[in-house]
């Protein structure tokens, strides 16, 4: 199981009404491997956040209606409606699905004022719920894998906070 995020400061109905609340931004991914772990999950998550939950699932049959807070979006990835490598013919392989999802719009989403470049130009920096975003990467190890590296190295994002299941050891791995 991947380790949760413990959430900081005042989350009950009127704190998160106040037009001053920091509101705490969420990337959530997971399949059909995980889906006990990420209903645990989102059912802890403050009101008041808002991000984006990626579930990559083999095909329609798996959809369910996840409740998420309200300025959360849910995109479900159906594999058997997806190619794999383009060029190649193939069918979606797992986690292939998720990672160039959650890949697209972390590219477009959790971006600074850095100027693109190498990753050892660009300063680290931290996904925590002290006004960033809570990152967790839940599911199969193939796309969470995927997932992590392209975060860490791409968008030079401190891999101890990236939430990521602990049979994997990714975040000891960078």
Same mark, same amino acid.
């Given at each position: 199981?991947?380790?949760?995020?413990?959430?900081?400061?005042?989350?009950?109905?009127?704190?998160?009404?106040?037009?001053?609340?920091?509101?705490?931004?969420?990337?959530?991914?997971?399949?059909?491997?995980?889906?006990?772990?990420?209903?645990?999950?989102?059912?802890?998550?403050?009101?008041?956040?808002?991000?984006?939950?990626?579930?990559?699932?083999?095909?329609?049959?798996?959809?369910?209606?996840?409740?998420?807070?309200?300025?959360?979006?849910?995109? =479900?990835?159906?594999?058997?409606?997806?190619?794999?490598?383009?060029?190649?013919?193939?069918?979606?392989?797992?986690?292939?699905?998720?990672?160039?999802?959650?890949?697209? =719009?972390?590219?477009?989403?959790?971006?600074?004022?850095?100027?693109?470049?190498?990753?050892?130009?660009?300063?680290?920096?931290?996904?925590?719920?002290?006004?960033?975003?809570?990152?967790?990467?839940?599911?199969?190890?193939?796309?969470?894998?995927?997932?992590?590296?392209?975060?860490?190295?791409?968008?030079?994002?401190?891999?101890?906070?990236?939430?990521?299941?602990?049979?994997?050891?990714?975040?000891?791995?960078?």
């Amino acid at each position: 199981m991947s380790t949760l995020i413990a959430h900081h400061g005042t989350h009950d109905a009127a704190a998160c009404k106040a037009s001053r609340h920091a509101r705490v931004q969420q990337l959530i991914t997971a399949d059909e491997t995980s889906l006990i772990e990420l209903e645990t999950l989102v059912a802890t998550l403050p009101i008041c956040s808002t991000g984006r939950v990626f579930v990559e699932v083999p095909d329609a049959s798996w959809i369910f209606d996840l409740r998420v807070p309200a300025r959360m979006i849910v995109t =479900w990835l159906d594999r058997s409606q997806r190619s794999g490598a383009p060029g190649t013919g193939r069918a979606c392989a797992p986690g292939q699905a998720l990672a160039r999802a959650v890949v697209a =719009w972390s590219d477009e989403m959790l971006c600074d004022d850095v100027a693109a470049g190498d990753a050892e130009e660009r300063p680290a920096r931290t996904a925590t719920c002290a006004g960033g975003t809570c990152i967790h990467l839940l599911g199969g190890f193939l796309g969470t894998a995927d997932i992590f590296d392209h975060l860490t190295d791409a968008l030079g994002i401190d891999a101890a906070s990236i939430a990521t299941p602990a049979r994997f050891g990714l975040a000891a791995a960078h």
